[in-house]
């Protein structure tokens, strides 16, 4: 089974500049979460996509959003960039429909940097 | 107080021995546990879940739950230098079907030849 994959690997932006972030999760999973790590802040939460709906949200501005179509594919994107968005953004796949006992399982990440 | 709370390390064990991870948690309610190492630029793996207290073994790793004392951990027995990672302990709360896990700060272990 094909494990969660990202693209790009890697980007490099401009303050003010917008990106967007791409996730196919594993084949069969419905859930796809968005996470952020940085080394001051470690992994902390953005989103939840399940089915096409934004289950779960975490504490981050407007301009992190994120959408999943109907083949469970999911998309991030980040507005306006600035420095402090510098990351790695993990997507992590999961069936979705186990509740607080699914695992999760991460792809390979995008490693952004905002000049 | 943070909602998950990981001793940072590094932690030192030699080739052979136990290490042992702790991990606490504030929210009285969590219900779901699981524990992912990660390589030095690589992305989260998971090793171990667990839901009820007590052990659960899986070849060299051992998670153990205690939800009275809200602690969780990880023993590696037969510590391997290829064991060396930052291990995160990570939480999922209860509240329907959402899944958003918690993680702590990571332990990061070396393990010497």
């Known amino acids: 089974k094909a494990g969660v994959t990202q693209t790009p690997r890697y980007l490099i932006k401009t303050r003010g500049q917008q990106v967007t972030l791409s996730c196919s999760p594993i084949?069969?999973?419905?859930?796809v979460s968005w996470y952020q790590q940085t080394p001051g802040q470690g992994l902390q939460f953005l989103f939840e996509y399940f089915s096409e709906t934004q289950r779960n949200k975490g504490n981050f501005p407007g301009r992190f959003s994120g959408r999943q179509f109907s083949n469970s594919r999911s998309e991030m994107n980040v507005s306006t960039l600035e420095l402090g968005d510098s990351a790695l953004y993990l997507c992590a796949s999961s069936s979705g429909t186990g509740g607080a006992w699914d695992e999760q399982f991460f792809g390979p990440g995008t490693r952004l940097t905002v000049l | 107080q943070k909602e998950v709370e990981q001793n940072s390390g590094p932690l030192s064990v030699p080739e052979g021995a136990i290490a042992s991870l702790n991990c606490t948690y504030s929210d009285r309610v969590s219900q779901s546990f699981f524990w992912y190492r990660q390589y030095s630029g690589k992305s989260p793996e998971l090793i171990m879940s667990i839901y009820s207290n007590g052990d659960k073994e899986d070849g060299r790793f051992t998670a153990q739950l205690n939800k009275a004392s809200q602690y969780v951990s990880l023993l590696i027995r037969d510590s391997q230098p290829s064991d060396s990672a930052t291990y995160l302990c990570?939480?999922?709360?209860?509240?329907?079907?959402?899944?958003?896990?918690?993680f702590g700060t990571g332990t990061l272990l070396a393990v010497q030849p």
């Open positions: 084949s069969g999973h419905r859930s």
């Open positions: 990570a939480v999922n709360r209860v509240g329907g079907a959402t899944n958003k896990l918690i």
